[in-house]
């Protein structure tokens, strides 16, 4: 039944649509291989999105919310939100450079080996078996750049020195745990390039593109092409 593919859809679409924009720089996508992706983002710009990318971005959040409650049952003590029901997270610049982090560890299980002592960032994320493969070969820092920068601003922010990084495999249901210390040279570059970001934007100045060629694999695949790349 197509046609009932294309009506949720574009129901889908209309909803994400109306959407308020996220008006600061986000930690989580701040190292992008491509800076004037970034920077765009934090600009507002239009960038083009299937439903099909917003309901995998929604399962993702609901997987994340089931991971939570099996690391409660065994025997994490941690928690997703202050006594005020907000997520924790950070806010510099006069708000213009954010971040939401997945939840606080403030106890490990006493069987966890070498049992480190909390409180630790929580980050979780899903993945397809490809990529879940890759993480678990070479770990975060070489798989998950994006990711490894994302852990080391919160756990800089938060004054946290280490991270467990969870990832779940959405074809197998398998969970791969990762310790991640705290990496204050790599917290400082990211944070540098927040602020380079924020300044080219307040000066006009469009930072540059990844690539001088269009049909580089990372802008064929961007919703942000257009914005790139359109003929003038
Ligand atoms: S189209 Fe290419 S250069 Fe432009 S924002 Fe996307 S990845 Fe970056």
Request: neutral net charge; charged residues 25%.
């Amino acid at each position: 039944m197509q046609q009932l593919n294309d009506i949720v859809d574009s129901k889908i679409l209309k909803q994400y649509n109306t959407q308020e924009k996220r008006s600061y720089l986000g930690a989580s996508s701040i190292g992008d291989e491509c800076i004037r992706k970034v920077q765009l983002q934090y600009m507002q710009k239009d960038q083009k999105v299937s439903a099909k990318q917003i309901r995998t971005f929604d399962i993702g959040h609901c997987l994340e919310d089931l991971v939570i409650k099996w690391l409660r049952i065994a025997g994490f003590d941690l928690k997703t939100r202050n006594e005020n029901g907000e997520q924790f997270g950070f806010s510099v610049a006069n708000g213009k450079f954010a971040g939401h982090v997945d939840g606080l560890i403030y106890n490990f299980p006493e069987e966890f080996p070498d049992k480190p002592e909390g409180p630790a960032l929580l980050e979780i994320k899903t993945m397809n078996h490809k990529s879940w493969n890759d993480t678990q070969k070479r770990g975060v820092l070489v798989s998950k750049p994006v990711y490894y920068s994302q852990v080391q601003l919160y756990m800089a922010y938060l004054e946290l020195d280490r991270c467990l990084f969870v990832a779940l495999n959405k074809d197998t249901s398998d969970l791969y745990f990762e310790i991640i210390p705290f990496d204050p040279g790599m917290a400082q570059k990211y944070s540098d390039r927040a602020v380079q970001i924020i300044k080219a934007t307040e000066n006009n100045e469009l930072l540059p593109c990844v690539s001088g060629d269009s049909s580089f694999f990372l802008c064929k695949m961007c919703g942000f092409r257009d914005h790139c790349w359109k003929e003038p």
